[in-house]
């Protein structure tokens, strides 16, 4: 079974651009997680995604932003870049209705802002 | 609430002797409690958890961690350290009452020769 992949594996950016990036989950899963991975900060809960609904949100303000297709797979969006959002962006995808439960990583992608 | 941490930044072993990584948990709840492994430029890999089954549970790669309730702890041990363990550890907690998962400020594991 393929796991989870995330588009594009590296992006750069500049300051005051958007940027959209993609997570495709394991099949079968249906709930998709993001988290934001910096070495000050380390990992860090964005928002979680279930059947294409926003279930839980971490503490982000609102220039992140999210959303589930009904394949399960999943898009977050930054809009007006600042430097401090340079970091790893990691997608989990989980099996269990209880996603906190276990779940399952991609290999990010490493955004850096200009 | 919960909250995990991680007692060492830095953890560094020889080749062959035994690994311990260090982990003390908080939770309002019976938690879930799982080790992820992250090698360099790689996402994060689960290596074990434990779910209020029996409290010494085997991950792979020879890995295996002790939930020890009165001592909040859930330690993550190896008998005997191979170079391609060299990674960054994350203990992570998770009681569902805030529906995602904590994660610890990790350990990097250092494997000496």
């Known amino acids: 079974k393929a796991g989870v992949t995330q588009t594009p594996r590296y992006l750069i950016k500049t300051r005051g651009q958007q940027v959209t990036l993609s997570c495709s989950p394991i099949s079968g899963h249906r709930s998709v997680s993001w988290y934001q991975q910096t070495p000050g900060q380390g990992l860090q809960f964005l928002f979680e995604y279930f059947s294409e609904t926003q279930r839980n949100k971490g503490n982000f303000p609102g220039r992140f932003s999210g959303r589930q297709f009904s394949n399960s797979r999943s898009e977050m969006n930054v809009s007006t870049l600042e430097l401090g959002d340079s970091a790893l962006y990691l997608c989990?995808?989980?099996?269990?209705?209880?996603?906190?439960?276990?779940?399952?990583f991609g290999p990010g992608t490493r955004l850096t802002v200009t | 609430a919960q909250s995990v941490t991680q007692l060492d930044s830095h953890v560094s072993v020889s080749e062959g002797t035994p690994v311990l990584l260090r982990c003390n948990y908080s939770?309002?709840?019976?938690?879930?409690l799982f080790w992820y492994v992250q090698h360099p430029n790689k996402g994060l890999q689960l290596l074990l958890k434990y779910t209020s089954a029996a409290t010494l549970v085997k991950g792979i790669n020879g890995f295996e961690a002790e939930f020890k309730k009165s001592e909040t702890s859930f330690h993550l041990t190896k008998p005997s350290a191979h170079m391609s363990d060299a990674a960054e550890y994350f203990c992570?907690?998770?009681?569902?009452?805030?529906?995602?998962?904590?994660f610890g400020s990790g350990t990097q594991l250092t494997v000496l020769p």
């Open positions: 989990a995808s989980s099996l269990a209705q209880q996603s906190w439960s276990e779940q399952y």
């Open positions: 992570v907690v998770s009681d569902g009452s805030a529906r995602q998962l904590t």
């Open positions: 939770s309002s709840y019976s938690p879930s």
